[in-house]
């Protein structure tokens, strides 16, 4: 993880209704560097994940939406990591990086 990633821990409000007692959520910022990167969370396993650009995106970017796909966790993408994509405005993918995208990760 980068350095302004971190942890929630299992007693937050939002996770004691499930009946895992090891649920955690993890977030940080990740800049792209290609149209499909695979991002690490320090989880063991991601269930969900959401994205978002870090700032509004400006008329000159090649970025205009990303998203987000847990996969298989067993090796698309490895265990414990999402694959977050670039798309341009008209959803083609995108082709020039640098973006710094937040995340929100839920696993344990």
């Known amino acids: 993880m980068d350095q302004h990633s ?3 821990g299992t ?3 939002l996770l004691q209704s499930d ?3 090891d649920l955690k959520l993890a977030y940080g910022n990740h800049t792209n560097v290609a149209a499909s990167d695979t991002v ?8 969900a994940v959401v994205v978002s650009l870090k700032d ?6 090649d970025v205009a939406l990303v998203s987000a796909d847990v996969g298989d966790q067993a090796g698309t ?4 990591s999402f694959l ?5 405005v008209d959803t083609t993918v995108a082709t020039t990086f640098g973006e ?3 995340w929100i990760a839920v696993g344990y």
């Open 19 to 21: 009946q895992r007692p």
């Open 11 to 13: 007693g937050s409000s």
């Open 6 to 8: 971190g942890y929630i």
């Open 40 to 47: 690490s969370t320090g989880l063991s396993v991601v269930l």
């Open 56 to 61: 509004d995106p400006s008329a000159s970017a």
């Open 77 to 80: 993408p490895a265990a414990g």
């Open 84 to 88: 977050l994509k670039s798309w341009e």
């Open 100 to 102: 710094e995208i937040s």
